[in-house]
């Protein structure tokens, strides 16, 4: 339970650290807001006070200053309540990206290996979605120790102050309230659980009717239909559930609210009773009476932010804690050599959560400025083998050196920084086609225009008004108001950011399903051309591209199968070339 609070307090800690000044002026005015419902109180009862005064003949600056007293207090504590407000308002979107950028600068550290651990995805999310779960119940507590807590103290002050009996008023306002909210919050929780898995299924069979991923397959398999059955019959489903919970919280709320009765007449039958004693005076009657809505509505406020979803908000906030707190193996600093080529030594690598082995022993040296492609079956590892040579997963056992530098004991950052890297399943990014290209650029010392056309040249990108009719500064996406292009045209630009950026080594892994074998062929020609004095990596299952490679390296379960020159390994007559011989007519 302590610990349940602790989460909460590192968070609110956190706000105090972020925004310390505003943090603070919202927490001040929440308190003077609270202080000006008492002040409202107290000039209420001096009015009512003076007004048998003034019938008694009293002059009407009795009854005046009182009232100059209860406008002024009026007016201030409307002041508090909006300054608090717009702190707020001004305060969350701050506190919030704050967070946000936590996790990703935590997720920009983490090694990519982690990423193909579902635990870890997970973690991510429950992380993301901590952020505003978090701040939310956060800045509740807050509220209810810098406004409920103020003015219930307060409260308790002032009728302690008019007598002490009158404390009872307190005790008799939280019970029915503290008791209607355990009773419901039981109840919805218990209709909750059961409708949780309905709603995630009903939202999943929603995705399908609805999104443009599912739709081409959906539409002419016709599995529509389907799908909004059973959305159709979860949403009844969830109905049904939502109702039976909510009749049965209607028939406990109504024995509640005699409860809240119950304890409004003994407050009345209580001030009633201490008026004719004479113990509290018409005035501080009045003023008590008029608050006690306010003081039942308050109650159940500060009792509902409480006992509500604490658990579940403490869940969350627990959740972006651990992943923000995820250790981080310091690493060394290490400078890039570009004569030294790749090198692997008895690499082993296996996935996380796996029995069996990727990568079985390969030892291999790429010399600085060849081009080395790598082709095998599907499944053989070359898409793994690609990643290990880019410093992106390190090896169980072994070492890799990139550029000279050990891949388990350098900051990735060095190795990445003289590296590009076009993978099968490359980005579209909704942004303009110059920014697609140039995005991944770590050089803005040249001619960027020159150096696009030339890139888009060497991609075979045809930048031409019908496709793009903004030229480079043609948005893509139709989500953003611009155009789509067809899956050769965006490999092509994935290809383009990929030479464009500066690299002394690129690895090219199959970015080239979408373009036909010759065009391929063409492309990976030129591709040589500009990859001139760089080491370069083309994964491949199509072999024309491998023809221009310096070496070609057959990979088979993991380990390397042979390895020579095209010429060489047609000669040999091996794997290489029965797949070379299937594929021929590809090319003819
Ligand atoms: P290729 O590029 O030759 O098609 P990959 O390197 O993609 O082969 O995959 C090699 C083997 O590793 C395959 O058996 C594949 O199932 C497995 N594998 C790939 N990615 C993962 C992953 N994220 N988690 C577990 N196994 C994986």
């Not at 001040?28 to 409202?40: E, N, S, W």
Request: aromatic letters at 10%; a neutral charge.
């Amino acid at each position: 339970m302590k610990k349940k609070y602790l989460v909460f307090r590192r968070m609110i800690f956190d706000m105090f650290r972020i925004s310390p000044g505003m943090t603070t002026l919202y927490c001040l005015f929440d308190v003077l807001h609270a202080g000006g419902y008492i002040l409202v109180m107290l000039c209420t009862e001096k009015l009512f006070d003076s007004v048998p005064l003034l019938a008694a003949g009293s002059p009407l600056s009795v009854s005046l200053r009182p009232l100059l007293f209860l406008i002024m207090a009026t007016v201030f504590f409307e002041i508090a309540n909006s300054l608090s407000n717009f702190h707020i308002e001004h305060l969350s979107p701050k506190i919030l990206s704050h967070f946000y950028k936590r996790i990703y600068i935590k997720a920009s550290h983490i090694s990519p290996i982690d990423y193909e651990r579902p635990e870890f995805l997970d973690m991510l999310n429950k992380a993301l979605q901590g952020v505003e779960y978090g701040f939310f119940a956060s800045s509740l507590i807050l509220i209810v120790f810098t406004f409920y807590v103020p003015y219930f103290i307060l409260l308790g002050v002032y009728l302690q102050h008019i007598s002490p009996i009158l404390i009872l008023i307190v005790l008799l306002i939280f019970t029915p309230v503290i008791l209607g909210q355990v009773i419901r919050f039981r109840l919805f929780s218990e209709a909750e659980d059961a409708i949780a898995p309905i709603r995630r299924a009903t939202d999943y069979y929603e995705q399908v009717v609805c999104n443009r991923k599912f739709f081409k397959e959906t539409r002419i398999l016709g599995i529509v239909n389907h799908f909004m059955q059973l959305y159709q019959d979860g949403v009844i489903l969830i109905n049904q559930k939502t109702l039976t919970a909510e009749k049965k919280h209607i028939r406990i709320d109504a024995a509640l609210r005699l409860f809240t009765i119950g304890g409004y007449i003994g407050i009345l039958l209580m001030l009633v009773n201490s008026l004719i004693q004479k113990v509290i005076s018409p005035g501080a009657f009045s003023a008590v009476f008029a608050s006690v809505n306010m003081m039942y509505a308050l109650a159940e406020e500060m009792v509902t932010m409480f006992s509500g979803q604490i658990t579940q908000y403490a869940v969350s906030i627990q959740n972006y804690h651990s992943f923000i707190d995820l250790p981080e193996n310091a690493k060394e600093e290490g400078s890039f050599d570009k004569t030294k080529g790749i090198t692997l030594d008895n690499v082993h690598f296996s996935y996380p959560n796996t029995q069996t082995e990727t990568i079985r022993g390969i030892s291999l040296k790429i010399q600085p400025g060849e081009t080395v492609a790598i082709v095998g079956e599907n499944g053989a590892g070359k898409s793994t083998l690609a990643k290990l040579m880019l410093g992106l997963y390190v090896p169980d056992r072994g070492t890799v050196r990139i550029g000279g530098l050990d891949s388990e004991k350098v900051a990735s950052r060095c190795i990445y920084q003289n590296c590009a890297a076009v993978f099968q399943d490359y980005q579209h990014y909704l942004t303009t086609l110059e920014e697609n290209i140039t995005i991944s650029s770590n050089n803005s010392c040249y001619n960027k225009l020159v150096r696009l056309n030339h890139v888009c040249e060497r991609a075979k990108l045809l930048v031409n008004s019908d496709s793009f009719p903004q030229g480079f500064s043609t948005m893509l996406s139709r989500e953003f108001g611009g155009v789509d292009l067809s899956g050769g045209q965006w490999q092509r630009i994935a290809i383009a950011r990929g030479i464009f950026r500066e690299h002394d080594i690129i690895v090219l892994d199959e970015p080239t399903s979408a373009i036909d074998p010759i065009e391929e062929s063409l492309m990976y020609q030129n591709f040589k051309e500009i990859s001139e004095g760089k080491t370069a990596i083309i994964i491949t299952h199509r072999l024309g591209a491998a023809r221009i490679a310096d070496r070609i390296i057959v990979l088979k379960d993991g380990i390397i199968d042979d390895i020579g020159t095209h010429e060489e390994l047609i000669n040999k007559g091996g794997v290489y070339s029965e797949m070379y011989r299937t594929q021929a007519q590809w090319y003819e």
